[in-house]
Nanobody
């Protein structure tokens, strides 16, 4: 059974940092892994993605320069380091995975349950 489990969410003040982790079990994903978020009353949106090698990364404009996605292939785990957090970053953050590298990096096949990130002002 494929399972993605996020951790690391919590409450932080504006300007602070958090690191989210997502561990994938069941099998190894050799395509992209990524992060999405859904703010209250909003649709789920793309945040960041990383290729299997970890060399290629993509970021939403809203988080460029503040968030860093990374991957530990041996652990089948992806991370999202979030710095300089803003209240507008408040959302449920979801981990996602897929087996392919070809195609739109914003589309995924497997999803975690999400972890809440709340940034206070």
């Amino acid at each position: 059974q494929v399972q993605l489990v996020e951790s690391g969410g919590g409450l932080v003040q504006a300007g602070g940092s958090l690191r989210l982790s997502c561990a994938a079990s069941g099998r190894t994903f050799r395509g992209y892994m990524g992060w999405f978020r859904q703010a209250p009353g909003k649709e789920r949106v793309f945040v960041a993605a990383i290729s299997w090698s970890g060399v290629t990364t993509y970021y939403a404009d809203s988080v460029k320069g503040r968030f860093t996605i990374s991957r530990d292939t041996t652990k089948n785990t992806v991370y999202l380091q979030m710095n300089s957090l803003k209240p507008e970053d408040t959302a449920v953050y979801y981990c996602a995975a897929r087996d392919r590298l070809v195609g739109d990096f914003t589309t995924y096949d497997y999803w975690g349950q999400g972890t809440q990130v709340t940034v206070s002002s």
